[in-house]
């Protein structure tokens, strides 16, 4: 069995907020969290899966559309933010819309609309924004607040932290957490190991998908360590090339369940997953 932390103390690089809870000054330090009595575990199934996944990592396809995505899409994401000076400045609807094109580039999701924005108010998601990206905050808090919005969900919010910051978020959604074939132990024993490590109980979270979410970074990243990579983006392209192998369920419900795992649901006002 692979343990993602038996018997080890996780590191975590953690800025100082206004609270005084982590670091101090302006500085980056490492804080030490021990996890007692708790690991997060793959089986040898599911270790042989990801052994051998781990081969199309360095697949002249994959690669290519790793260096193409990047370069036009999660590159040009930043260049919005930089050219609006986000967020120092708000960003208008055209400069959301643009955020939002390069995004569905990556990943297709149809939550990102106009209504998205619209809905809240435009200042609103500005401000909600801003404070997802805010490093100085606590991340189980950063995400509760995003959630808070409104019609925003888990995939959803996966997806902004990733064009963010595709070396420390990864990219989660129903398919690609479907090939790992967790149990519910396993899930459970990630969102506990993810309660300690960020917080949880101090920063007050409001939403069950906070921890879900943080759940996903514990689960994803035991995933990057085996795929031997320094960002997220090969592993969601891995998994999510993986899904679409798997052969669609014939049983009426069971297609309206994957085809939504693929994000192709037609209607963006269910956004409990999105």
């Known amino acids: ?40 575990q793959f089986t040898e199934q599911q270790i042989d899966l990801l052994e051998n996944l781990k081969e199309q990592v360095n697949n002249p396809r994959v690669v290519e559309r790793l260096q193409g995505d990047r370069a036009e899409h999660i590159a040009k994401f930043t260049e919005v933010l930089e050219e609006a000076n986000f967020p120092e400045n708000d960003l208008s609807d055209t400069q959301i819309d643009k955020l939002f094109w390069h995004m569905r580039r990556v990943m297709h999701n149809r939550a990102l609309g106009s209504n998205l924005y619209s809905s ?70 990630a969102e506990n190991i993810a309660y300690q490590i960020y917080d949880v109980a101090t920063n007050n979270t409001q939403h069950e998908r906070t921890l879900k979410i943080l759940g996903d970074i514990v689960i994803f990243s035991k ?52």
């Open 1 to 40: 069995m692979y343990s993602g932390t038996d018997n080890l103390a996780i590191l975590l690089l953690l800025p100082e907020n206004l609270s005084g809870n982590y670091a101090f000054s302006n500085l980056l330090k490492w804080r030490v969290v021990k996890i007692s009595n708790t690991s997060f």
């Open 223 to 274: 995933v990057k360590e085996i795929f031997e990579v320094d960002n997220f983006y090969a592993v969601n392209l891995v998994l999510w090339d993986e899904s679409r192998e798997r052969t669609i369920p014939e049983a009426d419900e069971d297609i309206e369940e994957y085809q939504d795992s693929l994000m192709l649901a037609s209607r963006e006002t269910d956004l409990q997953e999105y």
């Open 120 to 189: 809240i108010g435009i200042q609103s998601f500005n401000n909600g924004l801003k404070n997802l990206f805010d490093e100085t905050i606590p991340l189980a808090r950063r995400i509760d607040m995003f959630l808070t919005l409104g019609g925003i969900g888990r995939v959803t919010t996966s997806h902004f932290l990733f064009m963010y910051n595709p070396e420390k978020y990864p990219l989660t959604t129903m398919a690609t957490r479907e090939i790992l074939d967790l149990d519910e132990s396993q899930l459970a024993a």
